[in-house]
């Protein structure tokens, strides 16, 4: 079972390979395919720094406990109708992703995330939506 915050279920739907830091993408590719490969595998939804976080580079400046992440977090979760503790199936989370998620909310629930100029989040919510669920990473 894999414990993700928020945030990160979203992340999850935008990746294509790159990352923080070397270490970082390893180990979100290594999450990524996992659910794409196994969609029943578990996740618990957490509060606060997860598996991911746990991999973010020293070198960079550590927002995985700021303010507005925890906001993004409950602002997705909220979205989704989900919640801290929750445990369920990546597969049910697509579901989530499909009855209350548009391509378009990415843009106000992310507002402040460096990575959203890149449109890639917005193409993994289309993507999910017309059930083709996580893109392959090459």
């Excluded at 009855?99 to 990415?106: A, H, K, T």
């Amino acid at each position: 079972m894999y414990k993700l915050r928020g945030h990160h279920l979203f992340c999850l739907l935008g990746y294509r390979g790159m990352g923080y830091s070397e270490e970082y993408a390893e180990n979100m590719t290594r999450l990524h395919q996992t659910l794409r490969d196994n969609p029943k595998t578990r996740i618990q939804l957490v509060k606060g720094p997860d598996q991911l976080c746990e991999k973010y580079p020293n070198s960079e400046e550590y927002h995985c406990q700021n303010d507005d992440i925890y906001e993004r977090d409950a602002a997705i979760l909220g979205k989704l109708g989900l919640t801290i503790g929750q445990i369920l199936i990546w597969e049910d989370i697509e579901s989530h992703i499909r009855n209350y998620i548009v391509p378009s909310d990415i843009q106000i629930v992310c507002e402040t995330c460096s990575w959203r100029s890149y449109g890639v989040c917005e193409e993994g919510v289309k993507e999910v939506m017309e059930g083709k669920g996580l893109r392959e990473i090459k």
